[in-house]
């Protein structure tokens, strides 16, 4: 019986390197010098957009859209680095627009079955993005960006089914590392991102990842050291997987922001965050969902949908300001909030083995449940927190049943 598996294990290693062998290949040399090697990889691209491997095994300087579309059974092998130039006048207008929160990207990744993985280096060159930005804080709503100042994202995986990006590293990115958009059956592993300013401008927006209109997407066994969202949830994101992460510096594993724009209707469900570990971090497990809003034209609030079925487990935080955190006036002013709670409901939400500590600077707060309107089933368990302000507290509002919460909830100051 062994004998015979061996055989078929042999037989199928065989029969997987001859079909990498029979695949056309396009290595894509550098032009050195500075120059712009983004049309050569956009041409790699369409000469191999079919079973076929693409090689970027060298230092490439990208002053051009990488809009590589249409691919099926592609392998892309990146071993090298791929850095895009810092020419803020130029990527404005030329990234490619995303609309949702004016995102834009300097690399759109589109087809069925992609394989990018190779060790190599994505670099977005973020530093005169920070140091811009510090000046001028020209941004959008909730951390979007602007439509005058473009911060272009480093890979945006778009419209694609079946694809997988391991073993990359990611540098330095302008805005969020990495977009899921519009997309099914995707999954990232061995990712190492490290979004670090050099100067006195901190950086700004440098989200892990940001999952748009996608499901089944999968992220995992990765490292992330930035100062935003480590993996954010956005609107109609369903059927999530995220398991063995490391997150330093972060503002947390965030469902949300949510019902941002009024007339949309924005959900999050069927989301499993498993074996986390966040250090230095504004939020652990938190959900973040806009208040509602008078005007039906609004952009920072009054959308609906609604949260559900979001399991954390396994979570540890230390120096943590929020371990735990659900806000339902997110970015709204609290008497708009009181008058108009969100008009997207939270419900199904699970915290399993949330331990460690906070940083104190919320006080002996170490876990903060605010609805502004009534959330349901809403559990905990195996719950240890501590707060070096003192014996630990929990704060719960509109939580409609804290009988399944392994604590003891008190009321919010006024």
């Avoid at 992330?224 to 972060?250: E, L, Q, R, Y």
Wanted: proline letters at 4%; glycine letters at 8%.
């Amino acid at each position: 019986m062994l004998f015979t598996k061996a055989i078929a294990f042999a037989a199928s290693l065989a029969a997987f390197a001859a079909a990498r062998h029979n695949r056309k290949v396009c290595s894509v040399p550098a032009i050195g010098g500075g120059e712009d090697d983004g049309p050569a990889i956009n041409a790699a691209f369409e000469r191999c957009s079919r079973r076929s491997r693409i090689v970027l095994d060298k230092y490439y300087v990208v002053d051009t859209l990488l809009l590589t579309k249409d691919l099926d059974d592609v392998e892309i092998e990146l071993s090298g680095t791929v850095q895009y130039t810092p020419d803020i006048a130029k990527w404005s207008p030329q990234s490619l627009y995303l609309v949702y929160q004016n995102a834009t990207t300097f690399w759109f990744l589109s087809g069925n079955n992609i394989h990018l993985y190779g060790g190599g280096t994505l670099d977005g060159n973020g530093q005169v993005w920070w140091d811009t930005f510090n000046n001028t804080h020209n941004a959008g709503t909730a951390g979007g960006s602007s439509t005058t100042f473009a911060r272009p994202i480093p890979l945006t995986v778009g419209n694609a089914t079946n694809v997988v990006v391991e073993n990359i590293r990611q540098i330095g990115s302008p805005f969020w590392n990495n977009f899921v958009y519009q997309s099914t059956n995707v999954t990232y592993k061995g990712i190492s991102i490290r979004s670090q300013s050099y100067s006195s401008s901190p950086t700004a927006n440098s989200d892990g990842w940001d999952i748009y209109r996608s499901s089944h997407v999968t992220i995992r066994d990765s490292v992330v050291i930035n100062d935003d969202d480590c993996v954010s949830f956005k609107p109609n994101s369903t059927n999530i997987v995220v398991a063995n992460m490391w997150c330093n510096g972060s503002h947390g594993i965030s469902v949300g922001s949510l019902g941002q724009y009024a007339g949309e209707t924005d959900v999050v469900a069927n989301v499993s965050v498993t074996n986390v570990t966040m250090l230095n971090a504004q939020n652990g497990a938190r959900i973040k969902v806009f208040g509602g809003n008078p005007d039906p034209d609004s952009t920072v609030g009054g959308g609906t949908g609604f949260v559900k079925n979001i399991t954390f487990k396994d979570f540890h935080v230390e120096n943590v300001d929020h371990p735990i955190l659900i806000d339902q006036c997110y970015s709204t002013p609290a008497e708009t909030c009181a008058q108009y709670p969100s008009n997207l409901s939270i419900s199904d939400v699970h915290y399993i083995n949330v331990t460690g500590t906070s940083s104190g600077r919320e006080g002996a707060v170490v876990v903060d449940l605010e609805c502004s309107d009534t959330c349901e089933d809403i559990t905990a368990r195996g719950t240890r927190l501590a707060s070096p302000g003192g014996a630990a507290s929990f704060v719960c509002k509109n939580i409609a049943s804290t009988a399944q919460l392994d604590f003891n909830c008190t009321a919010p100051a006024s």
